[in-house]
């Protein structure tokens, strides 16, 4: 079956596209295929981006958030603020699949995972605690820049999307949030409609970059919604972030990224500021993309 999956960022996305494709070719479904090559990120210890070993919170403690959703029928699955238990999009799944609910919460959500067989687990490795001194010695110096280049963000997310013919997609993401965070802090990555949406009559769109900005911006539902009125897969990312740039003047302070995945397979992508990458993979043919801020337009 037409297969296309697409994972945001350089490093991490790598990663998780080509463990997604290898769940694909084993005769994976598209939800095993994201959760599979979202996980295998999360483990993996030397990747910051997601999971074990990425970015704490301002007091050293890793906090993350996931979410999975279904366009068959919009069913969704998310944690967020989960600590000790990786991978957090597995955890994300059972929400799906074995309740009733979207989302679960911080101790709570972490306490349903080693319910359903996780294994608790520090997830600061000796090179997160490191990045962690380094902060709290010189805030400022590791304190986000603003505007970040290709080289100098590669992201704290990965967010994909998987499509597959003739008219169904999934939509998911994981990350541990910004770095340094205040505790508790939640982004978009979670959040449905927010960081996250897929309705097979439509198509699938998610986020990553400034969440707090892509949330309020309610980006991935927008992004669909945009497809929904018949705008191809990259007008309706544009117009997403254009919009962004227009009504949130803050979304130009750092990258604001939407990612759309029609249900007919067209996908497109679109980043407020900085260059952001994108890996595509149609069918194990896989393409590195790297798409231009559309705030330079505006001077
Ligand atoms: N969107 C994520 C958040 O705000 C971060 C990222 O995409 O890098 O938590």
Same mark, same amino acid.
């Given at each position: 079956?037409?297969?296309?999956?697409?994972?945001?960022?350089?490093?991490?996305?790598?990663?998780?596209?080509?463990?997604?494709?290898?769940?694909?070719?084993?005769?994976?479904?598209?939800?095993?295929?994201?959760?599979? $090559?979202?996980?295998?990120?999360?483990?993996?210890?030397?990747?910051?981006?997601?999971?074990?070993?990425?970015?704490?919170?301002?007091?050293?403690?890793?906090?993350?958030?996931?979410?999975?959703?279904?366009?068959?029928?919009?069913?969704?699955?998310?944690?967020?603020?989960?600590?000790?238990?990786?991978?957090?999009?597995?955890?994300?799944?059972?929400?799906?699949?074995?309740?009733?609910?979207?989302?679960? @919460?911080?101790?709570?959500?972490?306490?349903?995972?080693?319910? !359903?067989?996780? +294994?608790?687990?520090?997830?600061?490795?000796?090179?997160?605690?490191?990045?962690?001194?380094?902060?709290?010695?010189?805030?400022?110096?590791?304190?986000?820049?603003?505007?970040?280049?290709?080289?100098?963000?590669?992201?704290?997310?990965?967010?994909?999307?998987?499509?597959?013919?003739?008219?169904?997609?999934?939509?998911?993401?994981?990350?541990?949030?910004?770095?340094?965070? +205040?505790?508790?802090?939640? $982004?978009?990555?979670?959040? /449905?409609?927010?960081?996250?949406? @897929?309705?097979?009559?439509?198509?699938?769109?998610?986020?990553?970059?400034?969440?707090?900005?892509?949330?309020?911006?309610?980006?991935?539902?927008?992004? /669909?919604?945009?497809?929904?009125? $018949?705008?191809?897969?990259?007008?309706?990312?544009?117009?997403?972030?254009?919009?962004?740039? !227009? !009504?949130?003047?803050?979304? +130009?302070?750092?990258?604001?990224?939407?990612?759309?995945?029609?249900?007919?397979?067209?996908?497109? @992508? @679109?980043?407020? /500021?900085?260059?952001?990458?994108?890996? /595509?993979?149609?069918?194990?043919?896989?393409?590195?993309?790297?798409?231009?801020?559309?705030?330079?337009?505006?001077?």
């Amino acid at each position: 079956m037409s297969t296309t999956l697409l994972a945001t960022w350089k490093e991490p996305g790598k990663v998780a596209i080509e463990a997604a494709w290898a769940k694909r070719a084993t005769g994976g479904s598209l939800l095993d295929c994201l959760e599979q $090559g979202l996980a295998v990120a999360e483990l993996d210890p030397t990747l910051m981006a997601i999971g074990l070993g990425s970015l704490p919170n301002r007091d050293g403690e890793i906090e993350l958030d996931a979410a999975i959703m279904d366009g068959t029928d919009l069913n969704a699955g998310a944690v967020c603020a989960l600590r000790g238990v990786v991978p957090a999009i597995s955890v994300a799944r059972k929400v799906l699949e074995e309740t009733p609910h979207v989302m679960l @919460a911080g101790e709570q959500a972490r306490r349903f995972a080693l319910q !359903r067989g996780f +294994t608790p687990q520090n997830l600061m490795t000796p090179q997160a605690i490191e990045a962690y001194e380094n902060w709290k010695r010189e805030p400022a110096k590791y304190e986000r820049k603003y505007v970040h280049s290709l080289e100098e963000h590669y992201g704290d997310t990965i967010t994909m999307l998987g499509w597959e013919a003739p008219r169904h997609v999934i939509a998911a993401s994981a990350t541990s949030g910004l770095g340094w965070k +205040t505790p508790g802090r939640v $982004g978009d990555s979670p959040i /449905v409609g927010a960081g996250v949406y @897929a309705d097979d009559e439509i198509g699938a769109a998610g986020a990553t970059g400034w969440g707090e900005e892509l949330w309020k911006a309610a980006a991935s539902f927008r992004t /669909v919604e945009a497809m929904r009125r $018949g705008l191809d897969a990259q007008a309706a990312c544009e117009e997403t972030v254009r919009h962004m740039i !227009r !009504r949130q003047p803050r979304s +130009t302070w750092m990258p604001c990224v939407v990612l759309a995945l029609r249900a007919d397979g067209d996908f497109g @992508a @679109a980043t407020s /500021v900085g260059e952001f990458p994108l890996w /595509v993979c149609r069918d194990g043919a896989m393409e590195f993309r790297s798409y231009p801020g559309l705030a330079a337009e505006y001077g």
